[in-house]
C-alpha cells in the first residue's frame, strides 16, 4: 500500500518502528532493495530529480540537482562523502527530532540510498549535542543495519560498501550552515567556508561531499519504492511530496503533521492547531522558523508551497510556523530572536558580529520605553547593512528577515512604545504560566 | 558479507579499579577514556577531527575541561594545545570551567519566550537561589540559557542532564526538585 503520509507512516501514537524487525514488515528496506537490485547509481540521481524533491533544510534547493554536481563515475575521486544535517537549532524548529528519534531506520534507509546514489564510501549523521535521545536511538539502529548486511562491506551482497557514524555535535547554531558544519566535522572551529568552491566539488577534507537535512533524506526510500510520478503527486499546488508542517505558540493543540505540500496556512493553524487558544487572537506568524519574515492574517488562505510564500515576502524556511498573538510583545519577541542570532554569530563579518548586539540593545530599549523614532531608522540600516551578498553566510541575512518585515508590520507598535515611554503588553515574567 | 558488529567500549574492570578516579585537575587519561577516544580515531581522516569527541568524553567523566585535562587530551591525539584550546572555546557545550554535578538548560528560545519561558527562569532562579551562568553553594545545580530544543509545541521546557522537561509551570518546577529536598 502506498501511504499518503509516508514519512510518518511509522509514527503513530506507539513506536511501530522500534526495531529493524518492525522498521521491515511495515515495507522498510524495500526501497533499497530495489535501488541496489535494478538501478544504477545515475537512475537514483534521476529519480529524485524527477521527482522534483526540493530540500527540507531551509533553501528548498531540488535535491536531485544538488547530487548530479558531484564529479562521479570513472576517473571521479575514489573518496565522497554522505553528511546528514541533524543541527536542527534553528529557533521554533521541531520536525528533525521526531524523524530521528520514533522512525531511525527511515533515515538510516534514505542516507544509504543517497550515498549509493553519490558513491559516497561513508556518511555522517552530524546531530546537535543537546539530542541524546535521537542519537541513541539512531547508534542502536545503525548497529542493527549493520547485523542485517545493510551497511558495512558489499551490501546486501552487491559490490557496494558504505560506513555510516553519528557525530554528536558540542553546540552552537552556526554548525548548520553546511560549510561550518564540515569544519566542525573536521574538527575545526564552525567558521563558514567561502563558497566556491561547493561541497559537492570540494566539501569533507577537500572530497565531494553532499550536506542534506535530516527530513529530505527520510523522503528517498519512498521515492525509491514508489516512483517519481507518486511523489510528485502527493503535493497539492506546485512543489512535491508531503511535509512535516508544525505550528507553536498559543494555539489549542501545537504539534506537528504530515501534509501535502500546498496545504493552506488556514488549514495548518485552525484545522491541525485547533485555532487559538481562547482569548487570544492571531497578529502575525513566522511561516517557517525563527529567519524568515512574519506574515500576517491576511495571508492565512496561501498554499505552504515554496514559491507562493516566497511571493507574500517571506520563505517556507523549516516549515514549522511560530505564533504572535495579540497579548504578546511583538517587539519583545523580535529581540529575543535578535538575541539569539547575536549570540550565535561566528564573528567573523562586521555587520553581523557588530551589528546584531546593536540592534539587540536598540530593541532591548525601545521594549523599555526608552527608544526613539531615530532608532528605527537605525535599525532599518543594520537591516541593509545584512542583506544577502554583504556577509560572508546567511545567517545575518536570515536575521534580518524577522527584523525588516517587523519594522513595517509593526510600526504602529514600535511608535505606541516609543511615545507612552513603556511597555503597554505584560511582562514576560509574569505571564501566565500556571500557579 | 557484513562487518563485524564494533562492541561497545569497555575496559576489564579490575583496569578501572587500579586506576585512581581521575578528579577534574588529573593531567593523564585513564584507560577507559582512552579506549573510548581510540573508538572514535578510524571514523575520521584525522586525528585533529577526534579532538571534539574526545574533549566531550573526557568532560562526560570528569564533568569539566580543566587546563591540565585539555593538555592531556591534545598530547594523546598530538595536537597543539593552541589549536585544541582554539577548539574547546567554540562550542558551547565544552566547559572550560567548573560546572555543577547537574546542569540545566532551560530554553530560551522565541516559542519558549512566548508561552512564559521568562517566568520559568525567574521561578528557576528563585528556587536554586542562583542566577543563569552560575552553580549553586552545593555544587549540584548550574543554570544554563539553552537555544531552541526542539520541543517548541510543548513549551517552556528545559534539560536537566540529558532529561527533557516540557509544558513547563511553576507547579511542574516545585514537583521536578521536590524529592531532593526531602
Ligand atoms: C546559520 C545557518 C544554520 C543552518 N542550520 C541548519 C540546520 O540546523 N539543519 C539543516 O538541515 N540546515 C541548516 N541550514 C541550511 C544548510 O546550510 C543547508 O542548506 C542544508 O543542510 C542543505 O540541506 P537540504 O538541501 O537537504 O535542505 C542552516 C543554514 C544557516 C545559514
Ligand atoms: S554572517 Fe555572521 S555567522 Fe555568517 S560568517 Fe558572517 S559573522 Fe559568521
Ligand atoms: S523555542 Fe524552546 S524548544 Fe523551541
Same mark, same amino acid.
Given at each position: 500500500?502506498?501511504?499518503?503520509?509516508?514519512?510518518?507512516?511509522?509514527?503513530?501514537?506507539?513506536?511501530?518502528?522500534?526495531?529493524?524487525?518492525?522498521?521491515? #514488515?511495515?515495507?522498510?528496506?524495500?526501497? &533499497?532493495?530495489?535501488? $541496489?537490485?535494478?538501478?544504477?547509481?545515475?537512475?537514483?540521481?534521476?529519480?529524485?530529480? #524527477? %521527482?522534483?524533491?526540493?530540500?527540507?533544510?531551509?533553501?528548498?534547493?531540488?535535491?536531485?540537482?544538488?547530487?548530479?554536481?558531484?564529479?562521479?563515475?570513472?576517473?571521479?575521486?575514489?573518496?565522497?562523502?554522505?553528511?546528514?544535517?541533524?543541527?536542527?537549532?534553528?529557533?521554533?524548529?521541531?520536525?528533525?527530532?521526531?524523524?530521528?528519534?520514533?522512525?531511525?531506520?527511515?533515515?538510516?534507509?534514505?542516507?544509504?540510498?543517497?550515498?549509493?546514489?553519490?558513491?559516497?564510501?561513508?556518511?555522517?549523521?552530524?546531530?546537535?549535542?543537546?539530542?541524546? &535521545?535521537?542519537?541513541?536511538? $539512531?547508534?542502536?539502529?545503525?548497529?542493527?543495519?549493520?547485523?542485517?548486511?545493510?551497511?558495512?562491506?558489499?551490501?546486501?551482497?552487491?559490490?557496494?560498501?558504505?560506513? $555510516?557514524?553519528?557525530?554528536?555535535? %558540542?553546540?552552537?547554531?552556526?554548525?548548520?550552515?553546511?560549510?561550518?558544519?564540515?569544519?566542525?566535522?573536521?574538527?575545526?572551529?564552525?567558521?563558514?567556508? %567561502?563558497?566556491?568552491?561547493?561541497?559537492?566539488?570540494?566539501?569533507?577534507?577537500?572530497?565531494?561531499?553532499?550536506?542534506?537535512?535530516?527530513?529530505? &533524506?527520510?523522503?528517498?526510500?519512498?521515492?525509491?519504492?514508489?516512483?517519481?510520478?507518486?511523489?510528485?503527486?502527493?503535493?497539492?499546488?506546485?512543489?512535491?511530496?508531503?511535509?512535516?508542517?508544525?505550528?507553536?505558540?498559543?494555539?489549542?493543540?501545537?504539534?506537528?503533521?504530515?501534509?501535502?505540500?500546498?496545504?493552506?496556512?488556514?488549514?495548518?493553524? /485552525?484545522?491541525?492547531?485547533?485555532?487559538?487558544?481562547?482569548?487570544?487572537?492571531?497578529?502575525?506568524?513566522?511561516?517557517?522558523?525563527?529567519?524568515?519574515?512574519?506574515?500576517?492574517? /491576511?495571508?492565512?488562505?496561501?498554499?505552504?508551497?515554496?514559491?507562493?510564500?516566497?511571493?507574500?515576502?517571506?520563505?517556507?524556511?523549516?516549515?514549522?510556523?511560530?505564533?504572535?498573538?495579540?497579548?504578546?510583545?511583538?517587539?519583545?519577541?523580535?529581540?529575543?530572536?535578535?538575541?539569539?542570532?547575536?549570540?550565535?554569530?561566528?564573528?567573523?563579518?562586521?555587520?553581523?558580529?557588530?551589528?546584531?548586539?546593536?540592534?539587540?540593545?536598540?530593541?532591548?530599549?525601545?521594549?523599555?520605553?526608552?527608544?526613539?523614532?531615530?532608532?528605527?531608522?537605525?535599525?532599518?540600516?543594520?537591516?541593509?547593512?545584512?542583506?544577502?551578498?554583504?556577509?560572508?553566510?546567511?545567517?545575518?541575512?536570515?536575521?534580518?528577515?524577522?527584523?525588516?518585515?517587523?519594522?513595517?508590520?509593526?510600526?504602529?507598535?514600535?511608535?505606541?512604545?516609543?511615545?507612552?515611554?513603556?511597555?503597554?503588553?505584560?511582562?514576560?515574567?509574569?505571564?501566565?504560566?500556571?500557579? | 558479507?557484513?562487518?563485524?558488529?564494533?562492541?561497545?567500549?569497555?575496559?576489564?574492570?579490575?583496569?578501572?579499579?587500579?586506576?585512581?578516579?581521575?578528579?577534574?585537575?588529573?593531567?593523564?587519561?585513564?584507560?577507559?577514556?582512552?579506549?573510548?577516544?581510540?573508538?572514535?580515531?578510524?571514523?575520521?581522516?584525522?586525528?585533529?577531527?577526534?579532538?571534539?569527541?574526545?574533549?566531550?568524553?573526557?568532560?562526560?567523566?570528569?564533568?569539566? =575541561?580543566?587546563?591540565?585535562?585539555?593538555?592531556?587530551?591534545?598530547?594523546?591525539?598530538? $595536537?597543539?594545545?593552541?589549536?585544541?584550546?582554539?577548539?574547546?572555546?567554540?562550542?558551547?557545550?565544552?566547559?572550560?570551567?567548573?560546572?555543577?554535578?547537574?546542569?540545566?538548560?532551560?530554553?530560551?528560545?522565541?516559542?519558549?519566550?512566548?508561552?512564559?519561558?521568562?517566568?520559568?527562569?525567574?521561578?528557576?532562579?528563585?528556587?536554586?537561589?542562583?542566577?543563569?551562568?552560575?552553580?549553586?553553594?552545593?555544587?549540584?545545580?548550574?543554570?544554563?540559557? =539553552?537555544?531552541?530544543?526542539?520541543?517548541?509545541?510543548?513549551?517552556?521546557?528545559?534539560?536537566?542532564?540529558?532529561?527533557?522537561?516540557?509544558?513547563?509551570?511553576?507547579?511542574?518546577?516545585?514537583?521536578?526538585?521536590?524529592?531532593?529536598?526531602?
Amino acid at each position: 500500500m502506498k501511504a499518503s503520509t509516508p514519512l510518518t507512516k511509522n509514527i503513530g501514537p506507539e513506536n511501530i518502528a522500534a526495531t529493524i524487525e518492525q522498521y521491515q #514488515a511495515n515495507g522498510g528496506y524495500a526501497g &533499497l532493495k530495489k535501488a $541496489l537490485s535494478t538501478m544504477q547509481p545515475n537512475d537514483v540521481v534521476e529519480t529524485v530529480q #524527477a %521527482a522534483n524533491l526540493r530540500g527540507r533544510g531551509g533553501a528548498g534547493f531540488n535535491t536531485g540537482l544538488k547530487w548530479s554536481f558531484v564529479p562521479r563515475g570513472e576517473g571521479s575521486p575514489a573518496t565522497k562523502y554522505l553528511v546528514c544535517n541533524a543541527d536542527e537549532m534553528e529557533p521554533g524548529t521541531f520536525k528533525d527530532r521526531l524523524l530521528m528519534e520514533r522512525d531511525p531506520h527511515q533515515l538510516i534507509e534514505g542516507m544509504i540510498i543517497s550515498a549509493y546514489g553519490i558513491e559516497a564510501v561513508r556518511a555522517y549523521i552530524f546531530i546537535r549535542g543537546e539530542y541524546h &535521545l535521537a542519537a541513541d536511538r $539512531l547508534e542502536h539502529a545503525i548497529e542493527e543495519a549493520y547485523e542485517h548486511g545493510y551497511l558495512g562491506h558489499n551490501i546486501c551482497g552487491t559490490k557496494f560498501s558504505l560506513d $555510516l557514524y553519528v557525530h554528536r555535535s %558540542a553546540g552552537n547554531y552556526i554548525c548548520g550552515e553546511e560549510t561550518a558544519l564540515l569544519n566542525a566535522l573536521e574538527g575545526k572551529r564552525a567558521n563558514p567556508r %567561502a563558497k566556491p568552491p561547493f561541497p559537492q566539488v570540494s566539501g569533507l577534507w577537500g572530497k565531494p561531499t553532499v550536506v542534506n537535512n535530516v527530513e529530505t &533524506l527520510c523522503n528517498i526510500s519512498h521515492i525509491i519504492a514508489n516512483g517519481p510520478e507518486w511523489y510528485r503527486g502527493l503535493g497539492k499546488g506546485a512543489d512535491a511530496g508531503t511535509k512535516l508542517f508544525g505550528v507553536s505558540g498559543r494555539v489549542k493543540n501545537p504539534g506537528t503533521w504530515e501534509l501535502p505540500m500546498g496545504t493552506s496556512i488556514r488549514e495548518i493553524i /485552525e484545522l491541525h492547531a485547533g485555532g487559538m487558544q481562547d482569548g487570544y487572537k492571531l497578529k502575525a506568524f513566522l511561516p517557517g522558523g525563527g529567519s524568515t519574515d512574519f506574515l500576517g492574517p /491576511e495571508h492565512l488562505d496561501l498554499p505552504m508551497d515554496y514559491d507562493a510564500i516566497g511571493k507574500a515576502g517571506s520563505r517556507m524556511g523549516t516549515g514549522t510556523m511560530i505564533i504572535l498573538d495579540d497579548k504578546t510583545c511583538p517587539i519583545g519577541m523580535v529581540r529575543n530572536l535578535m538575541r539569539f542570532f547575536a549570540k550565535e554569530s561566528c564573528g567573523f563579518c562586521t555587520p553581523c558580529r557588530d551589528g546584531l548586539p546593536w540592534v539587540e540593545k536598540i530593541l532591548t530599549d525601545i521594549e523599555q520605553g526608552k527608544g526613539s523614532v531615530r532608532e528605527l531608522d537605525q535599525l532599518a540600516q543594520q537591516v541593509w547593512n545584512m542583506r544577502p551578498g554583504n556577509t560572508f553566510c546567511a545567517l545575518a541575512p536570515g536575521a534580518a528577515e524577522p527584523l525588516q518585515s517587523a519594522l513595517k508590520m509593526f510600526r504602529k507598535e514600535f511608535l505606541d512604545h516609543i511615545e507612552r515611554g513603556c511597555c503597554p503588553y505584560e511582562a514576560a515574567e509574569t505571564r501566565f504560566v500556571g500557579a | 558479507m557484513a562487518r563485524t558488529i564494533e562492541k561497545a567500549v569497555t575496559v576489564e574492570p579490575e583496569i578501572i579499579a587500579r586506576e585512581k578516579v581521575p578528579g577534574p585537575y588529573a593531567n593523564y587519561l585513564t584507560a577507559q577514556e582512552k579506549a573510548e577516544i581510540d573508538h572514535e580515531i578510524p571514523r575520521y581522516e584525522t586525528k585533529r577531527a577526534v579532538g571534539i569527541d574526545a574533549l566531550k568524553i573526557v568532560q562526560k567523566y570528569r564533568g569539566w =575541561i580543566s587546563d591540565d585535562t585539555l593538555k592531556a587530551v591534545a598530547e594523546y591525539l598530538s $595536537l597543539s594545545v593552541a589549536e585544541l584550546e582554539g577548539v574547546a572555546t567554540f562550542y558551547t557545550l565544552i566547559f572550560r570551567e567548573p560546572v555543577g554535578r547537574q546542569v540545566i538548560y532551560y530554553c530560551d528560545s522565541v516559542s519558549c519566550w512566548i508561552m512564559g519561558g521568562e517566568q520559568v527562569r525567574a521561578k528557576l532562579e528563585e528556587h536554586l537561589g542562583i542566577k543563569p551562568g552560575e552553580t549553586t553553594a552545593d555544587g549540584e545545580y548550574t543554570l544554563i540559557p =539553552i537555544q531552541c530544543l526542539g520541543d517548541c509545541d510543548k513549551a517552556p521546557v528545559m534539560m536537566v542532564g540529558e532529561q527533557m522537561h516540557r509544558h513547563l509551570s511553576c507547579e511542574k518546577i516545585r514537583e521536578i526538585f521536590a524529592g531532593e529536598n526531602a
